[in-house]
């Protein structure tokens, strides 16, 4: 059964600070996805990682996916207010046709 | 584009009741549809997926049941609900047509059981 474990689960930082959030999962897998979730919302998808030794960054986040390791990051540079929410990230099943997800990680930037 | 919507957005229900949660992708054909819960704390939990009309794969035992009558169309189901079935959920889809590949999920559909 495929796990898919985050850490920390929650991070508490300072606007200006820079953070990593981890991913870790259980069986081999090529495909790697980061989403968002606003309090209350649905979830928005951040990075579509495809392959062993993909980055993408979006402003002031960077993900990267370790296939050999195992291993996705989520890093966080110059943290803001703004970047306050839940970040999920989700691993494809055995045979493809579905996500699991860590269990999430809270990200709450004070001012 | 494509779309996804989710109706109702909240719902409150006395135990024992029935429910019907639908969904419904615009724009696209032969979506993968997966049905999701949240329930309070974080994590997500697959309840079920469709890769085709009246295909459903059930991912754990429970009291709810999925249907898909038309391509675009998904409905989770229950005919008596319980307390543990208080959550977030949410529907989603993907383009692909064996792989998940990037899901696009809707707005959620908070359910209270009192």
């Known amino acids: 059964e495929l796990k898919v474990e985050q850490n920390p689960l929650f991070l508490s930082m300072q606007e200006g600070k820079n953070y990593t959030i981890y991913c870790n999962y259980s069986t081999t897998s090529d495909r790697l996805y980061w989403y968002r979730q606003d309090p209350g919302k649905s979830l928005e998808s951040l990075f579509v990682l495809l392959s062993n030794g993909a980055v993408k960054q979006e402003g002031r986040l960077m993900a990267s996916l370790d296939t050999k390791a195992r291993l996705s990051t989520l890093h966080i540079t110059a943290a803001v207010h703004d970047l306050s929410a839940t970040y999920f990230c989700a691993v494809e099943g055995e045979y493809g046709n579905k996500l699991v997800f860590g269990a999430g990680t809270i990200l709450r930037v004070k001012s | 584009s494509q779309t996804i919507h989710q109706w109702p957005a909240t719902l409150v229900q006395p135990v024992g009741s029935p429910l019907s949660l639908e969904c419904t992708v615009e724009?696209?054909?032969?979506?993968?549809l997966y049905w999701y819960r949240q329930a309070a704390g974080r994590g997500l939990q697959l309840l079920f997926y469709s890769v085709g009309i009246g295909q459903i794969s059930s991912e754990v035992p429970q009291n709810l049941s999925a249907s898909r009558p038309q391509d675009r169309q998904f409905i989770l189901s229950s005919k008596k609900l319980l307390l543990s079935d208080s959550g977030f959920y949410l529907c989603?889809?993907?383009?692909?047509?064996?792989?998940?590949?990037?899901?696009?999920f809707g707005e959620g559909s908070r359910l209270t059981v009192l």
């Open positions: 989603a889809w993907s383009v692909l047509p064996t792989i998940a590949g990037e899901l696009f």
């Open positions: 724009g696209t054909s032969n979506p993968n």
